[in-house]
Nanobody, 117 residues
Framework: QVRMLESGGGLAQAGGSLRLSCAAS????????MGWFRQAPGKTREFVAS????????AYADSVKGRFTISRDNAENTVYLQMNSLKPEDTAVYYC??????????WGKGTLVTVSS
């Protein structure tokens, strides 16, 4: 069982920045691709960004490309999401997830990001 805990959410103004962190338990963290997802009020959960186990490849949703950066520190069992140029439409609960066995298997409980205009 892998436990993950997101932090760093909060209130930001449009144009501002926030940095989310996701701390994971377990020695297998460094073998997992990791991702960030978000769910806005009244909407389905959507993909935001992902990073391979060694950090050599990343992917982003078109809506955040050029504004958000995903990174990881395997020594600290942590994955990050740097969010710049925030927009009100970025308001959502943000979740980190671990990919293994062909699926996003492990999920955190989420952290709320609210962007005011």
């Amino acid at each position: 069982q892998v436990r993950m805990l997101e932090s760093g959410g909060g209130l930001a103004q449009a144009g501002g920045s926030l940095r989310l962190s996701c701390a994971a338990s377990g020695r297998a963290f460094s073998t997992y691709s990791m991702g960030w997802f978000r769910q806005a009020p009244g909407k389905t959960r959507e993909f935001v960004a992902s990073i391979t186990w060694n950090g050599d490849s990343t992917a982003y949703a078109d809506s955040v490309k050029g504004r958000f950066t995903i990174s990881r520190d395997n020594a600290e069992n942590t994955v990050y999401l740097q969010m710049n140029s925030l927009k009100p439409e970025d308001t959502a609960v943000y979740y980190c997830a671990a990919y293994t066995g062909g699926t996003w298997k492990y999920w955190g409980k989420g952290t709320l990001v609210t962007v005011s205009s």
